[in-house]
């Protein structure tokens, strides 16, 4: 009993986990980019559409196009948008339940891609609402 020294652990468990964490969620992020690129490029051009043509606004050709393409416009301007925010937001809460607090610089540098396709989905839909 006298011999027995106290365990040394020189690497904790939760830096692994939270390493893994953040690693996951940027192959997620990456996939909800790709994604993200199908609504700006319908937007990009209407935006298009209307400077080029006369006589036409944004508003009036996105809904001359969602009325032809009713369940495309649904699909990539409501639903995509929706589940992408939650994915996103439930990815940010797993990072921050791992690394402990918020206030940290990596924790920001590790959301930040997170919190860019929040903030793109959310002009998306407010696109869509109008």
Excluded: C
Excluded at 2 to 15: A, N, S, V
Excluded at 35 to 45: E, K, R, S
Excluded at 71 to 85: A, E, K, M, R, T
Excluded at 93 to 103: C, E, H, K
């Amino acid at each position: 009993m006298i011999q027995m020294t106290k365990p040394e652990i020189t690497q904790l468990k939760h830096q692994d986990l939270f390493a893994d964490a953040i690693t996951k969620e940027k192959d997620k992020s990456v996939l909800s980019w790709w994604w993200l690129t199908i609504p700006i490029y319908i937007i990009a051009m209407l935006l298009m559409k209307s400077i080029y043509m006369p006589h036409t606004t944004l508003i009036s050709n996105f809904h001359e196009w969602a009325g032809k393409d009713k369940y495309s416009s649904i699909l990539f301007f409501l639903i995509l948008p929706i589940v992408f925010i939650i994915i996103n937001l439930i990815s940010v809460r797993r990072i921050y339940f791992l690394s402990g607090s918020l206030m940290t610089i990596r924790f920001v540098k590790s959301i930040w891609y997170n919190i860019s396709i929040i903030i793109f989905f959310l002009f998306v839909l407010i696109i869509y609402s109008l």
